[in-house]
Protein backbone atom coordinates (compact mmCIF):
# COMPACT_ATOMS: atom_id res chain seq x y z
CA UNK A 1 0.00 0.00 0.00
CA UNK A 2 1.21 3.69 -0.88
CA UNK A 3 1.23 6.22 1.82
CA UNK A 4 -0.10 9.23 1.75
CA UNK A 5 0.75 11.94 -0.08
CA UNK A 6 2.35 11.50 -3.23
CA UNK A 7 1.76 14.83 -4.73
CA UNK A 8 2.72 18.45 -4.08
CA UNK A 9 1.80 19.11 -0.31
CA UNK A 10 -0.49 22.11 -1.78
CA UNK A 11 -2.13 19.97 -4.34
CA UNK A 12 -2.67 17.15 -1.45
CA UNK A 13 -3.95 20.15 1.06
CA UNK A 14 -6.04 21.19 -1.58
CA UNK A 15 -8.20 17.76 -2.08
CA UNK A 16 -8.60 17.05 1.51
CA UNK A 17 -10.15 20.56 1.59
CA UNK A 18 -12.65 19.45 -1.00
CA UNK A 19 -12.73 16.24 0.88
CA UNK A 20 -14.03 17.58 4.07
CA UNK A 21 -16.38 19.60 2.41
CA UNK A 22 -17.93 16.94 0.50
CA UNK A 23 -17.81 14.86 4.23
CA UNK A 24 -19.37 17.81 6.26
CA UNK A 25 -22.20 19.09 3.57
CA UNK A 26 -22.47 15.31 3.02
CA UNK A 27 -23.57 15.50 6.95
CA UNK A 28 -25.43 18.61 6.27
CA UNK A 29 -28.09 16.65 3.76
CA UNK A 30 -28.57 13.87 5.76
CA UNK A 31 -30.20 16.38 8.47
CA UNK A 32 -31.48 18.23 6.13
CA UNK A 33 -33.18 15.22 5.43
CA UNK A 34 -34.18 14.86 9.08
CA UNK A 35 -36.25 17.72 9.39
CA UNK A 36 -37.84 17.65 6.48
CA UNK A 37 -36.04 20.11 4.09
CA UNK A 38 -34.78 17.29 1.56
CA UNK A 39 -37.43 14.76 0.92
CA UNK A 40 -34.32 11.82 0.46
CA UNK A 41 -30.72 11.73 -0.07
CA UNK A 42 -27.93 9.40 -0.81
CA UNK A 43 -25.27 9.68 1.42
CA UNK A 44 -21.32 9.20 -0.02
CA UNK A 45 -19.98 8.70 3.14
CA UNK A 46 -16.63 6.97 2.62
CA UNK A 47 -16.55 7.20 -0.97
CA UNK A 48 -14.87 11.20 -0.55
CA UNK A 49 -11.29 10.30 -1.42
CA UNK A 50 -12.81 8.16 -4.51
CA UNK A 51 -15.10 11.36 -6.03
CA UNK A 52 -12.97 13.98 -5.15
CA UNK A 53 -10.03 12.16 -6.77
CA UNK A 54 -11.11 11.81 -9.80
CA UNK A 55 -13.42 14.49 -10.21
CA UNK A 56 -9.90 16.36 -9.13
CA UNK A 57 -8.00 14.84 -12.51
CA UNK A 58 -10.72 16.19 -15.00
CA UNK A 59 -9.56 19.37 -17.62
CA UNK A 60 -12.73 20.92 -17.42
CA UNK A 61 -11.76 23.30 -20.52
CA UNK A 62 -12.65 19.94 -22.46
CA UNK A 63 -13.56 16.98 -20.44
CA UNK A 64 -17.15 16.09 -19.34
CA UNK A 65 -18.24 14.16 -16.38
CA UNK A 66 -21.44 11.67 -16.01
CA UNK A 67 -22.71 11.30 -11.97
CA UNK A 68 -25.23 8.97 -10.67
CA UNK A 69 -27.49 10.06 -7.86
CA UNK A 70 -24.30 9.98 -4.98
CA UNK A 71 -21.64 12.25 -6.98
CA UNK A 72 -21.80 15.13 -3.92
CA UNK A 73 -17.88 14.83 -4.04
CA UNK A 74 -17.58 14.85 -7.72
CA UNK A 75 -19.32 17.82 -7.71
CA UNK A 76 -17.56 19.61 -5.13
CA UNK A 77 -14.51 18.74 -6.75
CA UNK A 78 -15.62 20.56 -10.06
CA UNK A 79 -16.53 23.52 -8.15
CA UNK A 80 -20.05 23.18 -8.81
CA UNK A 81 -22.31 25.03 -6.34
CA UNK A 82 -23.31 22.86 -4.00
CA UNK A 83 -26.76 24.73 -3.66
CA UNK A 84 -27.62 23.84 -7.44
CA UNK A 85 -26.29 19.86 -7.21
CA UNK A 86 -27.76 19.32 -3.84
CA UNK A 87 -31.45 21.13 -5.25
CA UNK A 88 -31.57 17.75 -6.77
CA UNK A 89 -32.55 15.97 -3.77
CA UNK A 90 -35.65 18.87 -3.49
CA UNK A 91 -37.43 17.35 -6.13
CA UNK A 92 -38.25 20.83 -7.38
CA UNK A 93 -36.84 20.70 -10.97
CA UNK A 94 -35.12 18.36 -13.43
CA UNK A 95 -32.44 17.37 -11.56
CA UNK A 96 -30.22 19.97 -10.18
CA UNK A 97 -30.16 23.51 -10.62
CA UNK A 98 -26.90 23.85 -12.71
CA UNK A 99 -25.56 24.60 -16.16
CA UNK A 100 -24.60 21.28 -16.92
CA UNK A 101 -22.97 22.79 -19.85
CA UNK A 102 -20.78 25.09 -18.10
CA UNK A 103 -19.92 23.18 -15.22
CA UNK A 104 -18.99 20.48 -17.38
CA UNK A 105 -21.31 17.77 -15.45
CA UNK A 106 -24.33 15.82 -16.75
CA UNK A 107 -27.81 16.54 -14.64
CA UNK A 108 -27.16 13.52 -11.92
CA UNK A 109 -28.93 10.24 -13.73
CA UNK A 110 -30.93 7.77 -11.19
CA UNK A 111 -30.93 5.19 -13.78
CA UNK A 112 -28.35 2.25 -12.96
CA UNK A 113 -26.10 2.24 -15.18
CA UNK A 114 -27.42 5.18 -17.65
CA UNK A 115 -24.62 7.79 -17.46
CA UNK A 116 -22.31 5.12 -18.50
CA UNK A 117 -24.31 5.03 -22.35
CA UNK A 118 -24.63 8.78 -21.79
CA UNK A 119 -20.65 9.14 -21.53
CA UNK A 120 -19.80 6.64 -24.56
CA UNK A 121 -22.21 8.80 -26.84
CA UNK A 122 -20.44 12.13 -25.57
CA UNK A 123 -17.08 10.17 -26.07
CA UNK A 124 -18.25 9.72 -29.44
CA UNK A 125 -19.00 12.96 -30.54
CA UNK A 126 -15.80 14.46 -28.77
CA UNK A 127 -14.09 11.75 -31.21
CA UNK A 128 -15.55 12.96 -34.26
CA UNK A 129 -15.76 16.52 -33.87
CA UNK A 130 -12.19 16.62 -32.73
CA UNK A 131 -12.30 18.93 -29.49
CA UNK A 132 -10.03 16.60 -27.51
CA UNK A 133 -12.01 15.91 -24.49
CA UNK A 134 -12.99 12.99 -22.82
CA UNK A 135 -16.02 11.55 -20.49
CA UNK A 136 -15.80 10.50 -17.12
CA UNK A 137 -18.18 8.25 -16.23
CA UNK A 138 -19.51 7.36 -12.65
CA UNK A 139 -21.26 4.10 -11.87
CA UNK A 140 -21.43 1.34 -8.82
CA UNK A 141 -20.49 -2.46 -8.86
CA UNK A 142 -23.93 -2.93 -8.66
CA UNK A 143 -24.40 -0.91 -12.17
CA UNK A 144 -21.88 -3.08 -13.43
CA UNK A 145 -23.82 -6.35 -13.88
CA UNK A 146 -26.56 -4.15 -15.94
CA UNK A 147 -26.58 -5.12 -19.74
CA UNK A 148 -25.86 -1.35 -20.87
CA UNK A 149 -22.57 -1.90 -19.26
CA UNK A 150 -21.66 -4.25 -21.57
CA UNK A 151 -22.94 -2.34 -24.45
CA UNK A 152 -21.38 0.77 -23.53
CA UNK A 153 -18.17 -1.07 -22.78
CA UNK A 154 -17.90 -3.07 -26.14
CA UNK A 155 -19.10 -0.01 -28.38
CA UNK A 156 -16.33 1.95 -26.45
CA UNK A 157 -13.66 -0.75 -26.78
CA UNK A 158 -14.64 -1.05 -30.46
CA UNK A 159 -14.33 2.83 -31.67
CA UNK A 160 -11.62 3.15 -29.14
CA UNK A 161 -13.50 6.29 -27.56
CA UNK A 162 -12.25 8.54 -24.98
CA UNK A 163 -13.79 7.84 -21.99
CA UNK A 164 -13.02 6.76 -18.61
CA UNK A 165 -15.49 4.21 -16.77
CA UNK A 166 -14.80 5.06 -13.09
CA UNK A 167 -16.53 1.99 -10.56
CA UNK A 168 -16.94 3.08 -6.97
CA UNK A 169 -16.57 -0.71 -5.92
CA UNK A 170 -18.22 0.48 -2.56
CA UNK A 171 -19.14 -2.98 -1.88
CA UNK A 172 -23.18 -2.74 -2.09
CA UNK A 173 -25.53 -1.96 -4.32
CA UNK A 174 -28.40 -1.76 -1.41
CA UNK A 175 -28.67 -4.87 0.14
CA UNK A 176 -26.66 -7.21 -2.39
CA UNK A 177 -22.70 -7.16 -1.66
CA UNK A 178 -20.46 -7.63 -4.40
CA UNK A 179 -20.32 -10.61 -4.68
CA UNK A 180 -23.68 -11.23 -5.91
CA UNK A 181 -22.94 -8.60 -8.34
CA UNK A 182 -19.75 -9.03 -10.07
CA UNK A 183 -19.07 -13.05 -11.34
CA UNK A 184 -15.25 -13.04 -11.23
CA UNK A 185 -14.37 -10.24 -8.47
CA UNK A 186 -13.58 -7.36 -10.14
CA UNK A 187 -15.03 -4.74 -12.53
CA UNK A 188 -11.49 -3.91 -13.61
CA UNK A 189 -10.62 -7.27 -15.36
CA UNK A 190 -13.14 -7.60 -17.67
CA UNK A 191 -11.75 -4.67 -19.59
CA UNK A 192 -9.64 -6.87 -21.21
CA UNK A 193 -12.51 -8.39 -23.05
CA UNK A 194 -13.30 -5.31 -24.56
CA UNK A 195 -9.72 -4.59 -25.41
CA UNK A 196 -8.72 -1.99 -23.12
CA UNK A 197 -6.67 -0.97 -19.86
CA UNK A 198 -8.83 -1.92 -16.73
CA UNK A 199 -6.93 -0.58 -13.21
CA UNK A 200 -8.02 -1.74 -9.50
CA UNK A 201 -7.04 1.32 -6.95
CA UNK A 202 -7.36 1.74 -3.17
CA UNK A 203 -10.37 4.30 -3.54
CA UNK A 204 -9.65 5.44 -0.17
CA UNK A 205 -6.22 7.01 -0.75
CA UNK A 206 -7.26 10.48 -2.83
CA UNK A 207 -3.73 10.36 -4.12
CA UNK A 208 -4.13 7.08 -5.67
CA UNK A 209 -7.23 7.98 -7.01
CA UNK A 210 -6.18 10.99 -8.49
CA UNK A 211 -3.22 9.39 -10.48
CA UNK A 212 -5.01 6.61 -11.84
CA UNK A 213 -7.88 8.65 -13.11
CA UNK A 214 -5.43 11.17 -14.74
CA UNK A 215 -3.75 8.85 -16.50
CA UNK A 216 -6.95 7.20 -18.04
CA UNK A 217 -7.26 10.57 -18.66
CA UNK A 218 -4.35 11.39 -20.79
CA UNK A 219 -4.25 8.21 -22.11
CA UNK A 220 -8.41 8.54 -23.67
CA UNK A 221 -7.87 12.19 -24.77
CA UNK A 222 -4.67 11.03 -27.06
CA UNK A 223 -6.08 8.01 -29.11
CA UNK A 224 -5.12 5.06 -26.54
CA UNK A 225 -8.77 4.64 -25.88
CA UNK A 226 -11.22 3.65 -22.98
CA UNK A 227 -9.70 2.60 -19.59
CA UNK A 228 -11.98 1.07 -16.74
CA UNK A 229 -10.85 2.47 -13.37
CA UNK A 230 -12.24 0.62 -10.39
CA UNK A 231 -11.72 2.36 -7.14
CA UNK A 232 -12.04 -0.09 -4.26
CA UNK A 233 -14.27 2.03 -1.22
CA UNK A 234 -17.08 1.47 1.06
CA UNK A 235 -19.94 3.12 1.24
CA UNK A 236 -19.96 3.61 5.38
CA UNK A 237 -23.48 4.97 5.33
CA UNK A 238 -26.69 3.87 4.26
CA UNK A 239 -28.19 3.75 0.78
CA UNK A 240 -30.13 6.22 0.74
CA UNK A 241 -32.04 8.22 3.81
CA UNK A 242 -34.71 4.99 3.68
CA UNK A 243 -32.45 2.39 3.97
CA UNK A 244 -31.25 0.67 7.15
CA UNK A 245 -27.99 -1.39 6.04
CA UNK A 246 -28.85 -2.97 9.86
CA UNK A 247 -30.75 -5.57 7.64
CA UNK A 248 -28.40 -6.93 5.51
CA UNK A 249 -24.82 -6.23 6.84
CA UNK A 250 -23.21 -6.73 10.09
CA UNK A 251 -21.64 -3.95 12.94
CA UNK A 252 -18.19 -5.58 12.85
CA UNK A 253 -18.22 -5.01 9.31
CA UNK A 254 -19.01 -1.65 9.53
CA UNK A 255 -16.53 -0.98 12.04
CA UNK A 256 -13.81 -2.83 10.50
CA UNK A 257 -14.35 -1.08 6.89
CA UNK A 258 -14.57 2.70 8.98
CA UNK A 259 -10.82 2.11 10.20
CA UNK A 260 -9.88 3.00 5.98
CA UNK A 261 -12.42 6.18 6.37
CA UNK A 262 -10.64 8.59 3.69
CA UNK A 263 -10.73 11.40 5.91
CA UNK A 264 -9.01 10.01 8.77
CA UNK A 265 -6.54 8.31 6.11
CA UNK A 266 -5.85 11.87 4.34
CA UNK A 267 -5.52 13.98 8.03
CA UNK A 268 -2.99 11.79 9.46
CA UNK A 269 -0.54 13.57 6.41
CA UNK A 270 -1.70 16.88 7.58
CA UNK A 271 -0.95 19.30 10.03
CA UNK A 272 -3.46 20.12 12.64
CA UNK A 273 -3.50 23.65 11.37
CA UNK A 274 -4.36 22.58 8.38
CA UNK A 275 -7.28 20.49 9.20
CA UNK A 276 -8.54 23.15 11.19
CA UNK A 277 -8.02 25.76 8.94
CA UNK A 278 -10.14 22.94 6.47
CA UNK A 279 -12.87 22.71 8.85
CA UNK A 280 -13.41 26.26 9.19
CA UNK A 281 -13.63 26.51 5.34
CA UNK A 282 -15.90 23.27 5.31
CA UNK A 283 -18.54 25.00 8.24
CA UNK A 284 -18.50 28.38 6.01
CA UNK A 285 -19.72 26.23 2.74
CA UNK A 286 -21.89 24.41 4.79
CA UNK A 287 -23.49 27.58 6.20
CA UNK A 288 -24.02 29.00 3.03
CA UNK A 289 -25.27 25.87 1.58
CA UNK A 290 -27.86 25.43 4.49
CA UNK A 291 -29.07 28.89 3.96
CA UNK A 292 -29.27 28.63 0.43
CA UNK A 293 -31.04 25.43 -0.14
CA UNK A 294 -33.95 26.88 2.29
CA UNK A 295 -34.67 29.81 0.37
CA UNK A 296 -35.21 27.80 -2.97
CA UNK A 297 -38.84 28.42 -4.22
CA UNK A 298 -40.44 26.03 -5.69
CA UNK A 299 -40.09 26.63 -9.70
CA UNK A 300 -43.38 27.31 -11.93
CA UNK A 301 -45.32 24.67 -12.54
CA UNK A 302 -44.99 24.77 -16.38
CA UNK A 303 -41.36 23.96 -16.45
CA UNK A 304 -42.86 20.76 -16.45
CA UNK A 305 -43.33 21.03 -20.14
CA UNK A 306 -40.38 23.73 -21.29
CA UNK A 307 -37.22 21.65 -21.74
CA UNK A 308 -38.79 18.33 -23.43
CA UNK A 309 -38.93 19.90 -27.29
CA UNK A 310 -36.89 22.78 -28.81
CA UNK A 311 -40.57 23.17 -30.72
CA UNK A 312 -43.34 21.91 -28.78
CA UNK A 313 -45.54 18.94 -30.33
CA UNK A 314 -49.45 19.53 -30.75
CA UNK A 315 -49.54 16.84 -28.04
CA UNK A 316 -47.93 18.46 -25.37
CA UNK A 317 -49.21 21.83 -25.99
CA UNK A 318 -52.50 20.04 -25.18
CA UNK A 319 -50.89 18.72 -22.09
CA UNK A 320 -49.89 21.74 -20.92
CA UNK A 321 -53.32 23.54 -21.67
CA UNK A 322 -55.05 20.77 -19.73
CA UNK A 323 -52.68 21.07 -16.49
CA UNK A 324 -53.47 25.00 -16.68
CA UNK A 325 -57.07 24.35 -17.06
CA UNK A 326 -56.59 22.01 -13.52
CA UNK A 327 -54.69 24.52 -12.08
CA UNK A 328 -57.35 27.30 -12.41
CA UNK A 329 -60.17 24.88 -11.52
C1 LIG B 1 -32.24 0.62 -14.10
C2 LIG B 1 -32.44 0.66 -12.62
N1 LIG B 1 -32.66 -0.48 -11.93
C3 LIG B 1 -32.83 -0.46 -10.60
C4 LIG B 1 -32.80 0.74 -9.92
C5 LIG B 1 -32.99 0.76 -8.40
N2 LIG B 1 -31.67 1.00 -7.77
C6 LIG B 1 -31.30 2.22 -7.37
S1 LIG B 1 -29.74 2.23 -6.75
C7 LIG B 1 -29.56 0.58 -6.97
C8 LIG B 1 -28.28 -0.11 -6.59
C9 LIG B 1 -27.08 0.41 -7.32
O1 LIG B 1 -25.89 -0.10 -6.75
P1 LIG B 1 -24.49 0.39 -7.25
O2 LIG B 1 -24.46 0.45 -8.73
O3 LIG B 1 -23.46 -0.47 -6.58
O4 LIG B 1 -24.37 1.91 -6.75
P2 LIG B 1 -24.39 2.49 -5.26
O5 LIG B 1 -25.82 2.73 -4.90
O6 LIG B 1 -23.72 1.50 -4.39
O7 LIG B 1 -23.66 3.79 -5.32
C10 LIG B 1 -30.71 0.02 -7.54
C11 LIG B 1 -30.88 -1.40 -7.86
C12 LIG B 1 -32.58 1.92 -10.66
N3 LIG B 1 -32.52 3.13 -10.08
N4 LIG B 1 -32.38 1.86 -11.99
MG1 LIG C 1 -22.33 -0.07 -4.90
Known sequence: MRTLPTMDDAEFRDLFRRMLVTRRLDEEAIALQRQGVLPAYAPVRGQEAAQVGS??????SRDFAFPTYRELGAAVAMGVDPVAYLAMHLNIWHGGLYD?????????????????????????GAQLDGTGG?????FGDGASSQGDIHEAMNFAGVYRLPVVFFCQN???AISLPTSRQVAGGSVAARAA?????GVQVDG???TAVFDATRQALDRARSGGGPTVVEAMTYRLGPHSTSDDPGRYRSAEEERARAERDPISTATAALSAEDIADAEEHAATVVARTTEG???LKTPAGDDMFRFVHREPTAALLAQHRAWKESQDA
Open 55 to 60: AAALDL
Open 170 to 172: NGW
Open 204 to 206: NDV
Open 193 to 197: GYGFE
Open 134 to 138: AALTY
Open 100 to 124: PSAARLAPPNAVVGGPVLHAVGWAM
Open 293 to 295: LRA
